[in-house]
């Protein structure tokens, strides 16, 4: 109440008295003129300055938004290239590793089957050579065998009676009894 | 003098002014519209100069702002409206400062005179006949035909679209003026209420409650009605714009 009393004693209240002032039209003309005056700076201020700048900062905003959503996309896809790459790797893997498996095994079977086979092949040509080696011998042996027996025949015939066979008489004496 | 719930809208000259026999003196009405000014675009030029894609609390609100009014707008003009936010947009915040402003005690309220809500109310008036005549030329007319109206009852018709056309720019003013000023009064009448049977001893302080509640609660419903009332203004003008770009469309 004080300060509207000492501020209403210093200005100089305009208007016509006994008016009800928003209605006084003698207020009026300055009233437009500096509504004009400073609507209009305001609609400069704001057209001008303000609303490119907000509209800039969401504009900004949004492309940044848009382009994180892009990168995102494309690291996902690259993600999942990446994941699928291995996986069909994996696959790769698993099945070169059977089919190494299987060759290996496939490898030392034939291996050793080959193994088996020159060792017993060697091992039959032994058994041959020892075989003819045997027979040989025992055809030398047999036929040792009858001079062997005409000796002694002709030895124990000259010791028991002291006559003399030629060797035929003996070889045919021999043979005979040999059947 | 100070105390009738009317003085409050007296403007006192600050800097006497006159030129050509008018009186263009900086008023207190000027002063506040000054103020109005320059604390928005202060503010607004703080809040955006940081540009941040983070936005601080005050690109915060900024960008609110102008989502809300821009959501507005192209809510009821489209996306082709979106050329009149400079407009819409000042529009907005100027009602809504002043509004504001006004409801601080011993603050003036520059919404509160008839003069400068009538003022604000031509400019889009004038506004939406310049831009409909310009759009469309004399398809701009079909505003006052209503489709799928009978021939018979056509006249009645345009003549009542012709009559509520033109008294758009009266409810437009007079609504946002008469909020303002009502309020105010009622506010500063209340108020008065509690100085006067305070002055009655200690009964008379007891009974002064009762005002002060009212006081109190008239006081938030005044920053709603200081909001709302902006908000009314702004959506007006936008639907008016509308019908400048599509006159056909309603």
Redesign the interface.
């Known amino acids: 109440m004080f300060i509207s009393q000492a501020l209403a004693a210093t200005e100089e209240a305009s208007g016509t008295p006994g008016v009800f002032p928003p209605f006084d039209p003698a207020s009026f003309a300055s009233q437009l003129l500096w509504l004009t005056l400073t609507f209009g700076v305001f609609y400069m201020i704001m057209s001008r300055v303000i609303i490119p700048r907000l509209s800039g900062i969401l504009e900004v905003r949004s492309d940044r938004i848009t382009r994180d959503l892009d990168e995102t996309q494309r690291l996902k896809a690259e993600a999942d290239a990446a994941l699928a790459a291995y996986e069909h790797d994996l696959a790769d893997a698993k099945k070169n590793a059977h089919s190494i498996a299987m060759e290996s095994t496939e490898k030392a079977k034939a291996e050793s089957s080959a193994a088996r086979e020159k060792v017993e092949a060697e091992l039959a040509e032994k058994m041959a050579e020892a075989e003819a080696r045997i027979a040989e011998i025992k055809a030398k042996a047999m036929s040792e065998v009858g001079t062997i027996a005409n000796d002694t025949t002709s030895v124990i015939v000259k010791d028991l009676i002291g006559g003399k066979l030629t060797n035929a008489e003996i070889t045919k004496a021999v043979s005979s009894l040999v059947k | 003098?100070?105390?009738d719930p009317?003085?409050q809208?007296?403007?006192?000259?600050?800097i006497?002014?006159e030129i050509g026999g008018?009186?263009?003196?900086?008023?207190?009405?000027?002063l506040f519209?000054?103020a109005?000014?320059a604390l928005?675009?202060v503010f607004?030029?703080w809040a955006?100069s940081g540009?941040?894609?983070i936005?601080s609390r005050g690109?915060s609100f900024?960008?609110m702002t102008?989502?809300f009014v821009a959501g507005m707008l192209r809510d009821s003009a489209g996306s082709e409206g979106m050329k009149f936010?400079?407009?819409v947009?000042?529009l907005f915040?100027?009602i809504l400062v002043a509004n504001m402003i006004g409801m601080f005690p011993?603050f003036f309220t520059v919404t509160?005179?008839?003069?400068?809500t009538v003022?604000?109310a031509f400019l889009v008036f004038f506004t939406v006949i310049i831009v409909g005549f310009a759009k469309n030329g004399l398809g701009f007319l079909k505003l006052f035909v209503p489709s799928g109206v009978p021939l018979a009852i056509m006249p009645l018709v345009i003549a009542i679209e012709v009559i509520s056309f033109f008294a758009r720019p009266i409810s437009h003013s007079v609504r946002l003026?008469a909020n303002m000023?009502a309020g105010h009064i009622t506010l500063k009448v209340f108020a008065g209420f509690i100085v006067s049977l305070g002055s009655f001893g200690a009964l008379g302080v007891a009974g002064a409650v009762l005002p002060l509640l009212m006081t109190i609660g008239l006081t938030a419903l005044e920053f709603l009605v200081a909001f709302l009332q902006a908000y009314v203004f702004t959506m007006l003008t936008c639907m008016y714009l509308n019908d400048a770009l599509h006159p056909g469309g309603h």
């Open positions: 003098m100070a105390n009317i003085s809208f007296q403007l006192k000259t600050y006497p002014l008018m009186d263009i003196s900086f008023t207190n009405s000027a519209m000054v109005t000014v928005t675009s607004f030029i955006t540009r941040g894609i936005p690109q900024a960008e102008y989502e936010f400079p407009l947009f000042s915040l100027f011993y509160s005179h008839v003069i400068i003022a604000l003026f000023l």
